[in-house]
């Protein structure tokens, strides 16, 4: 879904997952900056839009996902992961009920997936899935914006910001008046210095919610049975996740920022010694230069030396070992 904020002055285009909005529009700095004062906006129109309207959507929706939903109120944000049968991260979901509609937000190309297993569980429940990537674009307004939220968009206000399911033929408009554009890296170097998680960047096929510090934030430990939670129960009571997310600041003096799977080794006596996990996302920083989130052993010391591919390292606690 290419966005039409790509024909903008200075619009570069973003590659990878992000492929269809704009990496920026000629200023990274400058644009990380005027986010963390409340001002502009971001393009996240590549991502997917899935909604969930019907008279059983917040129970049934209970039962599948690890958030306790069943009486979220309208107008409430949160968030859900959608696991394996092993408790493995399939699906992230950034989601608001309206009154009448459960409005999710997913990652770019995983709404067809997801709508997929949705409709395989509806069984004699009265909810009506639907994917609404072609007309609506996700918004996001960094947090402390001032501007204006058209009426009847569906709305998510987090501490972050907020995002709203704005109609695809609006955005142009709703852009023009409500600049400036900030592009998806100053976006993702936020969200790095936040210690933020996103699917498919901070996770793999065997990532479980305790290693990437979604435990209250996505999964609810206090609800009833849904798939994988045998697995989530296990690791919190025995607290010993295999892996855990780590904030690295990195030297400043590289060029390159590592490439995500960059091997994490300890570093001894100045040189590369055994491999202790891999580079998730690496980012720069208005303020903080380059950073990094990363996925190493649980045992690894907190005080360790590190280094990213060659790149010295600092570590930060994220999710305790």
Request: proline share 6%; hydrophobic share 40%.
């Amino acid at each position: 879904m290419k966005s039409p904020l790509l024909s903008r002055p200075g619009a570069v285009p973003a590659e990878g997952r992000d492929e269809g909005v704009a990496a920026h529009y000629g200023d990274l700095f400058r644009e990380q900056r005027a986010l963390a004062d409340g001002k502009g906006l971001v393009d996240l129109g590549h991502r997917g839009v899935v909604t969930v309207s019907g008279e059983d959507r917040l129970s049934w929706l209970h039962l599948l996902l690890t958030q306790h939903v069943s009486e979220l109120p309208a107008g409430h944000a949160t968030e859900a992961l959608v696991l394996s049968a092993n408790g493995h991260i399939e699906h992230a979901l950034y989601l608001v009920d309206d009154g009448a509609t459960v409005w999710a937000h997913v990652e770019p190309g995983t709404q067809e997936a997801l709508i997929g297993y949705l409709e395989s569980m509806k069984f004699f429940y009265r909810v009506e899935v639907a994917d609404r990537t072609d007309d609506f674009a996700v918004v996001h307004l960094p947090a402390g914006s001032i501007a204006e939220v058209p009426e009847g968009v569906a709305v998510r206000e987090t501490p972050h910001g907020r995002d709203l399911f704005l109609p695809r033929a609006d955005l142009e408009a709703y852009a023009e008046a409500h600049g400036p554009l900030a592009g998806i890296w100053a976006y993702e170097a936020l969200r790095v210095e936040a210690h933020r998680p996103r699917l498919g960047f901070e996770t793999d096929h065997r990532t479980i919610p305790h290693e990437i510090g979604l435990i209250g934030t996505a999964v609810h430990l206090q609800k009833g049975c849904y798939r994988g939670q045998e697995t989530v129960a296990r690791v919190h009571n025995l607290g010993k996740p295999p892996r855990r997310l780590v904030f690295l600041h990195l030297d400043g003096s590289e060029v390159h920022l590592p490439a995500p799977g960059t091997p994490v080794r300890l570093k001894e006596d100045g040189e590369e010694g055994r491999q202790l996990g891999f580079v998730t996302t690496a980012v720069r920083h208005h303020e903080l230069g380059p950073i990094a989130l990363a996925l190493v052993k649980r045992n690894v010391p907190v005080d360790a030396d590190l280094l990213a591919g060659g790149t010295a390292a600092a570590q930060e606690v994220v999710v305790e070992p």
